[in-house]
């Protein structure tokens, strides 16, 4: 087989299902001069990857694999940790434990991943017959091939004879086997995994992040088997795109953070930051609703509240003045009011079972937007570049560019028309005079773009909230998995 019949058995059979990714994550775009075979062998013999978003309240995991993908499926939500407290759902775990948590839910479901030859983590959890070791575990198959769990307890290497643990709750016991009716289980531990070093981490500067990555490493232990990478989420980010060069802003929790990374190398220094987060916005729905009816929307519904930003609200095309200002005077913008059913647990407050969600659906977004809270997502972005440009990090086309590739990640990047929003607002900014150099290095105020998620085949790959994540295994799952 030719070089480039490889070539296209490589793109049609590896993860992600998107040629500008594969090549991405590849370093290449042309199937002459690499071999193509030898790539897809090395997807597919390599160890799948941990890649871990950590968060600030949930934290994002999942298994990539170079062939499979991602253990859940394109489309679908990877696993989350969460760390915040609500009012139906404690923490999973500290904050500084998240990390021997995670490692501790995968060692379990590995554990039911080696029994089930169908389970997408069936070949993460199966290790080489070389893995066999005191202390680990395996599946056992009796003399009428039944499959159990073991755990190894001690073994003559030389005899080819291992005692056993038998961890089925029916059969529990001592055996004593041979090696060959052992099939080794591989742990957490075992595996690479890729961790992406939270925004506000990377934008503090080198002493915040020396401490934030000795604790990282603390919870995973010197001897851990596995190799640790720990990178930037920002970085993940633009990976996602098939880039590195952009300027990326994630909508946290607790601030807003715009991070430059020109070529391939983030700009800490340059960073901006506003105090304006997804939480507040959460705040927001709360005091609309509670005001709206104070008898019974309180902080009791704070989860509510958030689910309902979530879910309903979206942000609406720009305007002259205050928004709040022209609602008061009857511009509705077209807002359709929908019914919200209460939860269970606030039922009793009222007779009724929903509640109306009018001109809040808009009025939460548009917190991003307004200056008066200090500064709006458009001007950091705007100010971001510029602050690039007076640095002298990069060149007037580099600047073009990062202006060419915005990204938008964070719970709060769903919002649908937050894109376009941005674009429109970044250009009028970038018509006032403070800009002039900056606008200097484009063809026009329109040369902005705001990037759309990523794009498979079939529609969008993965949502913003989850798109550091996804682009983390993007690189992770390359033939040479992370640095390739």
Same mark, same amino acid.
């Given at each position: 087989?030719?070089?480039?019949?490889?070539?296209?058995?490589?793109?049609?059979?590896?993860?992600?299902?998107?040629?500008?990714?594969?090549?991405?994550?590849?370093?290449?775009?042309?199937?002459?001069?690499?071999?193509?075979? @030898?790539?897809?062998?090395?997807?597919?013999? #390599?160890?799948?990857? *941990?890649?871990?978003?950590?968060?600030?309240?949930?934290?994002?995991?999942?298994?990539?694999?170079?062939?499979?993908?991602?253990?859940?499926?394109?489309?679908?939500?990877?696993?989350?940790?969460?760390?915040?407290?609500?009012?139906?759902?404690?923490?999973?775990?500290?904050?500084?434990?998240?990390?021997?948590?995670?490692?501790?839910?995968?060692? &379990?479901?590995?554990?039911?991943?080696?029994?089930?030859?169908?389970?997408?983590?069936?070949?993460?959890?199966?290790?080489?017959?070389?893995?066999?070791?005191?202390?680990?575990?395996? $599946?056992?198959?009796?003399? +009428?091939?039944?499959?159990?769990?073991?755990?190894?307890?001690?073994?003559?290497? #030389?005899?080819?004879?291992?005692?056993?643990?038998?961890?089925?709750?029916?059969?529990?016991? *001592?055996?004593?086997?041979?090696?060959?009716?052992?099939?080794?289980?591989?742990?957490?531990?075992?595996?690479? *995994?890729?961790?992406?070093?939270?925004?506000?981490?990377?934008?503090?500067?080198?002493?915040?992040?020396?401490?934030?990555?000795?604790?990282?490493?603390?919870?995973?232990?010197?001897?851990?088997?596995?190799?640790?990478?720990?990178?930037?989420?920002?970085?993940?980010?633009?990976?996602?795109?098939?880039?590195? +060069?952009?300027?990326?802003? %994630?909508?946290?929790?607790?601030?807003?953070?715009?991070?430059?990374?020109?070529?391939?190398? $983030?700009?800490?220094?340059?960073?901006?930051?506003?105090? *304006?987060?997804?939480?507040?916005?959460?705040? $927001?729905?709360?005091?609309?609703?509670?005001? &709206?009816?104070?008898?019974?929307?309180?902080?009791?519904?704070?989860?509510?509240?958030?689910?309902?930003?979530?879910?309903?609200?979206?942000?609406?095309?720009?305007?002259?003045?205050?928004?709040? !200002?022209?609602?008061?005077?009857?511009?509705?913008?077209?807002?359709?009011?929908?019914?919200?059913?209460?939860?269970?647990? @606030?039922?009793?407050?009222?007779?009724?079972?929903?509640?109306?969600?009018?001109?809040?659906?808009?009025?939460?977004?548009?917190?991003?937007?307004? !200056?008066?809270?200090?500064?709006?997502?458009?001007?950091?972005?705007?100010?971001?570049?510029? #602050?690039?440009?007076?640095?002298?990090?990069?060149?007037?086309?580099?600047?073009?560019?990062?202006?060419?590739?915005? $990204?938008?990640?964070?719970?709060? #990047?769903?919002?649908?028309?937050?894109?376009?929003?941005?674009?429109?607002?970044?250009?009028?900014?970038?018509?006032?005079?403070?800009?002039?150099?900056?606008?200097?290095?484009?063809?026009?105020?329109?040369?902005?773009?705001?990037? %759309?998620?990523?794009?498979?085949?079939?529609?969008?790959?993965?949502?913003?909230?989850?798109?550091?994540?996804?682009?983390?295994?993007?690189?992770?799952?390359?033939?040479?998995?992370?640095?390739?």
């Amino acid at each position: 087989m030719d070089a480039e019949l490889w070539f296209h058995l490589f793109m049609r059979t590896c993860w992600p299902p998107s040629g500008a990714l594969l090549a991405f994550a590849e370093g290449t775009t042309t199937p002459v001069g690499i071999d193509w075979r @030898a790539r897809l062998q090395a997807r597919s013999a #390599a160890c799948p990857t *941990i890649v871990v978003d950590v968060g600030r309240g949930y934290t994002k995991y999942t298994v990539a694999d170079g062939i499979q993908g991602r253990w859940e499926l394109d489309g679908c939500s990877p696993q989350l940790v969460q760390l915040c407290s609500s009012p139906t759902h404690p923490p999973d775990c500290e904050r500084n434990d998240q990390l021997r948590y995670i490692q501790y839910m995968l060692n &379990r479901e590995f554990l039911q991943a080696a029994l089930n030859p169908s389970h997408r983590l069936h070949k993460a959890a199966m290790a080489p017959q070389n893995g066999l070791k005191q202390g680990g575990y395996a $599946v056992y198959r009796d003399e +009428h091939d039944n499959a159990k769990p073991v755990k190894v307890r001690e073994g003559d290497e #030389a005899a080819g004879q291992w005692s056993v643990e038998v961890l089925q709750s029916s059969e529990r016991g *001592i055996l004593s086997v041979k090696s060959e009716s052992l099939e080794p289980i591989r742990m957490a531990q075992d595996l690479p *995994i890729l961790i992406g070093e939270p925004f506000v981490i990377t934008a503090a500067g080198s002493g915040e992040k020396a401490a934030w990555e000795q604790n990282i490493r603390s919870q995973l232990g010197n001897d851990r088997p596995g190799a640790v990478q720990v990178v930037s989420q920002a970085q993940m980010a633009l990976w996602a795109h098939g880039v590195d +060069h952009g300027i990326v802003v %994630n909508i946290g929790q607790g601030q807003t953070v715009a991070l430059p990374v020109v070529k391939g190398e $983030v700009l800490s220094q340059c960073a901006l930051s506003s105090s *304006i987060g997804s939480g507040d916005l959460t705040q $927001v729905m709360v005091s609309l609703m509670s005001r &709206r009816h104070p008898a019974i929307v309180d902080s009791s519904l704070m989860t509510w509240c958030r689910d309902l930003k979530e879910n309903y609200c979206y942000v609406s095309p720009p305007g002259h003045g205050c928004m709040r !200002s022209r609602l008061a005077a009857g511009d509705d913008y077209g807002i359709r009011p929908v019914e919200v059913e209460l939860p269970e647990y @606030a039922s009793a407050r009222t007779e009724e079972n929903t509640l109306e969600l009018a001109e809040e659906r808009v009025l939460v977004p548009e917190v991003l937007f307004e !200056s008066n809270r200090g500064l709006g997502l458009p001007g950091l972005i705007v100010r971001c570049a510029d #602050a690039v440009l007076a640095s002298g990090k990069s060149s007037e086309e580099g600047v073009r560019e990062l202006l060419r590739q915005v $990204v938008l990640v964070g719970g709060a #990047a769903d919002f649908p028309g937050i894109r376009p929003r941005v674009e429109y607002e970044m250009r009028s900014l970038l018509q006032s005079s403070q800009f002039e150099r900056l606008l200097g290095c484009l063809s026009s105020a329109e040369d902005v773009f705001v990037l %759309n998620p990523p794009l498979g085949e079939t529609g969008p790959l993965v949502t913003p909230r989850f798109v550091p994540l996804f682009g983390g295994c993007v690189r992770a799952a390359s033939s040479k998995g992370y640095g390739a």
